[in-house]
């Protein structure tokens, strides 16, 4: 081979790891937010981009993308330059809206390298506290009774998948009633004008503890610390029904592996320290330090868990 080539090869052997250590000296990181400000997705890139910042030694700066069911920011992502400059919060829609919405552009699943699932976020179905329902057992029968309203933050929401996939094992039926968001089904649970509520815990933590709103059961396999009284789905007498979503980062396909370890370590390391894990707690989250191929193997998991139950109920997005 001709000595330049070899020259040649040589130097690109070693770019990329004299990259990736170089990384993250060049400029500020963004985390692209596919949501509004506000929600437990919002607040987790928040608080991760904090703590990154001082255990990167670089500003991370958050960016909100909001709309098309996440998929503008989606979108942006994975459109942007995979040098460890652009992350994206990741969440369980990346699994859902590969099915939901079948003519994007890319693939939300394949389109990311997984970095870190930060927490993780059960399901909770709550009622009011004057509710006669105080099981979930309860809340069958009334579903059998006559008609019950059941919100959610939106059609395609993970929270509206489990509970179709919850009323086919019953083999009973609410009506869903879908929302832009579910601080609106909330306020309207606490009003009267719905019977039930099903969301993540983290939009709804402080209520039950107050007790204005009473959970039923949480769709985590444990119950979850934030609300230890809440039962299991399978405590609360339903089996094979356990769902939890999760907030956490991903980076666009073709990050070098090195910038995706390290920022690994970096996010467990954050999610360990006693101030971010109560603030967490607080939220009603638990932290997750897990490796990226364990996120990796979630996402490609519920994507086809998913989809079946997107096919089978003729689900559509907002």
Do not use: C, K
């Amino acid at each position: 081979m001709h000595r330049r080539s070899l020259l040649a090869l040589a130097a690109a052997s070693f770019a990329t790891p004299a990259f990736a250590q170089a990384w993250p000296a060049e400029r500020s990181i963004r985390i692209i937010v596919p949501v509004a400000a506000g929600g437990s997705q919002d607040i987790v890139a928040r608080l991760l981009a904090r703590h990154l910042t001082e255990a990167l030694g670089q500003n991370v700066v958050v960016e909100n993308q909001p709309g098309a069911g996440s998929n503008i920011g989606y979108e942006a992502a994975s459109r942007a330059r995979h040098d460890g400059y652009t992350l994206l919060a990741g969440s369980d829609s990346l699994s859902i809206n590969r099915t939901l919405f079948p003519h994007l552009g890319f693939d939300p699943v394949e389109g990311f390298a997984p970095v870190a699932r930060a927490v993780r976020v059960p399901q909770i179905l709550v009622v009011r506290a004057d509710s006669s329902a105080t099981s979930l057992q309860d809340f069958v029968g009334a579903t059998r009774r006559g008609p019950v309203a059941v919100g959610t933050p939106g059609n395609g929401s993970l929270a509206h998948l489990l509970g179709e996939q919850i009323q086919a094992a019953a083999e009973m039926r609410w009506t869903h009633v879908p929302y832009r968001g579910g601080a609106l089904a909330v306020n309207d649970l606490l009003g009267g004008s719905l019977q039930g509520v099903m969301i993540n815990i983290g939009a709804v933590t402080d209520h039950v503890r107050a007790g204005r709103l009473r959970g039923l059961f949480v769709s985590s396999a444990t119950r979850a610390p934030g609300l230890p009284e809440v039962p299991t789905l399978a405590e609360a007498g339903m089996t094979g029904g356990e769902a939890v979503g999760w907030h956490g980062i991903v980076a666009p396909r073709g990050t070098d592996p090195a910038i995706i370890a390290r920022l690994n370590t970096a996010i467990g390391q954050v999610v360990a320290r006693p101030e971010v894990a109560e603030r967490l707690a607080a939220l009603g989250l638990e932290p997750v330090n897990e490796s990226p191929d364990a996120l990796g193997t979630l996402i490609r998991a519920d994507a086809s868990r998913w989809a079946e139950t997107i096919r089978r109920a003729r689900i559509q997005p907002d």
